[in-house]
């Protein structure tokens, strides 16, 4: 871009470019600049995956066992299972082994940051107080 700022004050400096050319060059140029540019939050990682399974106890000691997952918390339903910074919600439900939803991790996640900026770019977020923040993605997909 600076480059293109120089040339441009160059060609006007030289009389190859008017005022009026410069002036609309540098708007274009800026107008561009900022649209290309990202704005609010930058996604960094999967921060977990929710799995529908038959047997949560069998499901959780394998996760554990296999990956040198650690529990992180069990309630009737759910058992999570941290695996180094992501984590795995097996979930009782069916069909077994579909996959309920995925998270992306965002560093000092704000919500309502999240959700102003998510607005902005097309997507339309929810929020419950059960499920947390979601967006769906174009084939309707909850993430």
């Known amino acids: 871009m600076e480059r293109t700022i120089n040339g441009m004050l160059k060609s006007y400096e030289t009389g190859r470019l008017s005022r009026r050319d410069l002036v ?3 708007a274009l140029l800026t107008a561009t ?3 290309a540019q990202p704005t ?3 996604g960094n990682s ?3 995956l929710s799995l529908y399974v038959s047997d949560l106890q069998r499901s959780s000691e394998f996760y554990q066992r296999a990956f040198n997952g650690k529990l992180r918390d069990k309630a ?3 058992i999570r299972i941290s695996i180094g910074r992501s984590r795995i919600a097996l979930r009782r439900g069916s069909p077994v082994g579909k996959v309920d939803h995925f998270a992306i991790g965002i560093d000092n996640f704000n919500q309502d940051a ?3 900026d998510l607005k902005a770019r097309g997507a339309e977020p929810s ?3 059960e499920a947390g923040l979601h967006v769906l ?3 309707g997909y909850p993430v």
């Open 76 to 78: 009737d339903q759910e």
């Open 127 to 129: 929020t419950n107080a």
């Open 137 to 139: 993605d174009p084939d």
């Open 33 to 35: 600049t900022a649209e």
């Open 24 to 26: 609309q060059g540098l």
């Open 40 to 42: 609010g939050f930058t």
């Open 114 to 116: 999240v959700i102003a």
């Open 46 to 48: 999967i921060n977990h």
